[in-house]
């Protein structure tokens, strides 16, 4: 099936970048991915409810939707079920911020 001549193009080019927007577009998205990114190995939901204002079932919920946009990567072990940042994410935010510094130098950086 053919796309509709009048749907946007750029932002069909960028899906990458679009699920990364909405990973962190909610505060309690953004605040899960900051305790994530703040520690160095993957952790239990119990440990990242702990440092959350989220409840379990709250946090469970932003852990899935952050699994399925590619942000987190889950491992289970035994009963336990272990959460990390996806290596992906950080390959998208280094994409993004490589084309944030392309747009600035050629946009210019005029505070004037």
């Known amino acids: 099936m053919n796309k509709p001549r009048n749907q946007n193009r750029r932002i ?5 970048l679009i699920d990364m ?3 962190i577009s ?3 998205r953004a605040e899960i991915l900051s305790i ?3 520690c160095d190995k993957p952790m239990k939901v119990g440990s990242i409810v702990d440092a959350s204002k989220q409840s379990r079932s709250r946090t469970s919920q932003i852990l899935g939707e952050l699994k399925q946009l590619g942000a987190a990567v889950a491992e289970r072990k035994g009963m336990e079920v272990y959460y990390s940042i996806s290596p992906l994410l950080l390959e998208r935010a ?3 911020l490589e084309v944030l510094e392309k747009t600035k ?3 210019g950086d005029d505070k004037g």
């Open 21 to 23: 927007s909405r990973a």
């Open 26 to 28: 909610s505060e309690p």
């Open 105 to 107: 130098n050629v946009v």
């Open 94 to 96: 280094k994409k993004l």
């Open 36 to 38: 994530l990114l703040a």
């Open 12 to 16: 069909d080019s960028y899906p990458a």
